[in-house]
C-alpha cells in the first residue's frame, strides 16, 4: 500500500524555525510539494518542486521557506525559517506516483503550530 509520510511538525514560538520531512513508502512515489490548510479555508500552495526541478514558492514564504529533497527524490524537505503566527496550519505534503502520469498521492498532514 502506497503511504507518504510527513514528520517534523509542532509548536513553535514566532520567529522560531522547523523542519518538516516527507516520504514515499514506494521508490515510485516521488514527493513534489507542499501545501497547507487551515480551518475554512481551501488548500494553499506553500512550495513545490516542478517537473524540470525548479522551485515555486507562495508570496507569502519567499525568503523564509526553503524547499529541498534527495538525490534520489524519495524524500523532500521543508525549510521553515522565521515562522510567524500566520503560518500556523495543517501541512500536507503531495507526491507524485510516477507509474501513472497526473497521478498524486496526498500525506495525511502534519500540524505546525506558532505562537505569538
Not at 9 to 18: D, K
Request: glycine share 12%; net charge positive.
Amino acid at each position: 500500500q502506497v503511504q507518504v509520510v510527513e514528520s517534523g511538525g509542532g509548536l513553535v514560538q514566532s520567529g522560531g524555525s522547523l523542519k518538516l520531512s516527507c516520504a514515499g513508502s514506494l521508490s515510485t512515489v516521488s514527493p513534489m510539494g507542499w501545501y497547507r490548510q487551515t480551518p475554512g479555508k481551501q488548500r494553499e500552495l506553500v512550495a513545490a518542486f516542478t517537473n524540470n526541478g525548479s522551485t515555486n514558492y507562495a508570496d507569502s514564504v519567499k525568503g523564509r521557506f526553503a524547499i529541498s529533497r534527495d538525490n534520489a527524490k524519495t524524500t523532500m524537505y521543508l525549510h521553515m525559517n522565521n515562522l510567524k503566527p500566520e503560518d500556523t496550519a495543517v501541512y500536507f505534503c503531495n507526491a507524485k506516483y510516477k507509474p501513472v502520469p497526473g497521478y498524486f498521492y496526498w500525506g495525511r498532514g502534519n500540524q505546525v503550530t506558532v505562537s505569538s
